[in-house]
């Protein structure tokens, strides 16, 4: 098989890859798999960024999350740089990425040196200084920009992706309307705070939906799975059983800040379950089962 039909194979899986990871967005899962697969397969521009996308909607409903796990899909591990723009909000914010001297490439030089090609992620864009935004109006429209040092940085090899809860508190007043509906008022919302050169030259902006409480419990299941298959490797075979499942989602489950503390509260408690055991027995290793409560359990060897 050549690199060409090597790429189309396992850019066709993206999707599904997208489905079985990310849960509640499958109406924006299509979208993101096709922008991914136009770049990685070379059908958009060289002269800009593989592909443009804006993730926009409540906190904790995965927009990070998606891009990263799509990145990672497509360019393996280690292919994604990630700038929190809430730590650039002053006049100085440019020369931090830019540099500040002739031999200093600024973050963003460092960052593209530290990898060739993959994913750059700009999480909560609105925060950013207007000089900030005007940086982004030059990587996407020309696809370059020039760092202190004289170099420059080309974008050609990379996904842009930008998160922003803009919209989030219109999303969440919404909870009964159609989809379209708070998809539509989420954008007029981003219309209204961004720059309408910036949000015309972003290719994809993506609406993500409130997580219900069916999607919040789908999520605790496949954290509960993630956790356990990586404690699995370490020698612990969890049993969690339905009653432990059940604590989990009332412990960690929360209808405004979505599915954060979700994944926080499956890995602490189960890894406090694997500790307390390992206390009381001072078995290395072996196959826990976990009750209801997280707090008794057994460990054998």
């Known amino acids: 098989m050549n690199e060409l039909a090597e790429r189309i194979a396992r850019v066709r899986g993206l999707e599904a890859h997208l489905r079985a990871n990310i849960r509640g967005q499958d109406h924006v899962l299509p979208r993101i798999a096709a922008a991914f697969a136009r770049g990685a397969l070379g059908v958009a521009s060289p002269d800009r960024p593989r592909a443009s996308l804006l993730f926009v909607g409540p906190t904790g409903t995965g927009k990070t999350e998606t891009f990263t796990c799509a990145t990672d899909y497509v360019f393996g591990p280690g292919h994604l740089v990630s700038f929190d723009m809430s730590e650039y909000q002053d006049r100085a914010a ?27 992620l700009f999480d909560e864009l609105e925060k950013a200084h207007p000089l900030v935004l005007d940086l982004f109006l030059q990587i996407l429209w020309h696809g370059r920009v020039t760092v202190a040092t004289g170099q420059v940085l080309r974008f050609g090899d990379y996904f842009v992706g930008f998160t922003s809860n803009i919209g989030a ?18 954008l007029r919302r981003v219309e209204q705070e961004l720059r309408p050169e910036l949000v015309g030259r972003i290719g994809e902006k993506l609406v ?6 069916d999607v919040q419990r789908e999520i605790c299941e496949l954290e509960v799975a993630r956790e356990t298959a990586r404690l699995r490797a370490g020698g612990f075979e969890l049993a969690v059983t339905p009653e432990a499942m059940e604590f989990l989602l009332r412990e960690g489950f929360h209808p405004q800040l979505g599915a954060r503390p979700l994944r926080q509260t499956v890995e602490r408690q189960l890894q406090d379950a694997v500790v307390r055991g390992l206390f009381s027995s001072g078995v290395g290793a072996g196959r826990v089962v976990i009750d209801a409560k997280l707090n008794a359990l057994r460990l054998d060897s």
């Open 169 to 186: 508190a219109d999303a969440m007043r919404m909870e009964r309307s159609r989809l379209p509906s708070i998809e539509q008022a989420v």
């Open 94 to 120: 440019v020369n931090k990425l830019l540099g500040e001297s002739r031999d200093d490439p600024g973050l963003l030089g460092r960052a593209l040196a530290s990898t060739t090609s993959g994913g750059i």
């Open 208 to 213: 993500f939906a409130r997580l219900t409480p």
